[in-house]
C-alpha cells in the first residue's frame, strides 16, 4: 500500500508544477524553516537544492541505506505501513545518540517537511481521494488472506458497505483501519499515543489464538493444552464470541476483547 500512496503523491506534484513554480515553492518552504529558531545551524545552504544536494553526498553508508529504506518503499520493502514506521522509529533511537546523527535527522526531518508541505499544497488541484486502494491492500497490511480479512468486516459492521468492493478511496481505507485497529471506544490520537501504537503495530496488529490466550492469561511462556481448554470454556459462556472457531488470526480491535474476557475470567 505505501508504495502506492508513495509513486501516487509523486504523480501528482510533477503533473501540478512547471520546473520553476517547483523550484519557487521548495525554496519559500526551507527558508521558512531556516528562519525558525534553533534551525540555522543545521540550514546552512542559501536554497533548496544546495541543501537537499548536500544531504544527500554527506550521507555515510549507514546513513544512506536509512535513507533509501524510508524514502523508496521499494528499497525499504515496506510492504505494509505498519514496518515503515517501525523503522522510522529505530532510525529516531539509533541516531539521536551522537552529533553527527542528531545533525542527519535535523536535516532528515526538514527534507520530509518540506516534501509534506508540497504535496498538501498540491492536493489542493488534486484531493487525496483520487488516491484508490483494493480491500486485498489491506489485508496485505494485516498480513492475512482475503477470506480472513472478509470474516474481520463483518465482525466489525462494515461487511455490508464494501464487500465486492473492488477499489477504496482513502478515507474508506482510513475508516476500515480504525475499526480494525482501535478499541470501539477509543480516540485514534497519534499524537499522544505514538509509542502505544507503535507497539501495537510491530506486536498486536494481528493476533493468532495462542498470542489472545497468553495476553489473556498473562502467561510468561506459550500456552498449554490446558490453557486452550480454559479458554474455550470461558469463551463458549460468552454469547459474544461465536465467531471464536471460524478463524485463527484476530485484528487488535476483536481480539483485546477476548483477551479482557479471559482475563476478567481467570
Known sequence: MIEKLNHFLLTKVNSSY?????TILLNTFYHQHKEKKGNKKYLIEDDFKTFAT?????????QKTDFEKL??????????????????Y?????????EEGKVFLVRFYILSEIKKKL??????KTKLNAFKLSQTDIANDFEVDKKTYSKWLEL?????????????????????????FTES???????????????????????SKKDIIRLGFELIDNPKVADYERAQEIIQENNDFDFYHSMDKYPYAIAIKIINCLKSNS
Do not use: C, M, W
Open 54 to 62: 548536500n544531504f544527500l553526498n554527506n550521507l555515510t553508508e549507514e
Open 119 to 124: 504535496f498538501r499544497i498540491s492536493f489542493r
Open 18 to 22: 512547471t520546473q520553476e513554480e517547483l
Open 156 to 180: 466489525v459492521d462494515l461487511k455490508e458497505k464494501y464487500f465486492g468492493r473492488k477499489q477504496l478511496r482513502f478515507d474508506e481505507y482510513n475508516e476500515i483501519f480504525r475499526k480494525l
Open 90 to 98: 529505530e532510525l529516531v533511537k539509533k541516531n539521536k545518540r551522537t
Open 185 to 207: 471506544e477509543e480516540d485514534f490520537d497519534v499524537k499522544n499515543k505514538f509509542h502505544e501504537y507503535k507497539i501495537r503495530l510491530e506486536e498486536k496488529k494481528t493476533l
Open 71 to 88: 524514502s523508496n518503499p521499494r528499497k525499504g520493502l515496506f510492504n505494509t505501513l505498519f514496518y515503515a514506521i517501525s523503522v522510522f
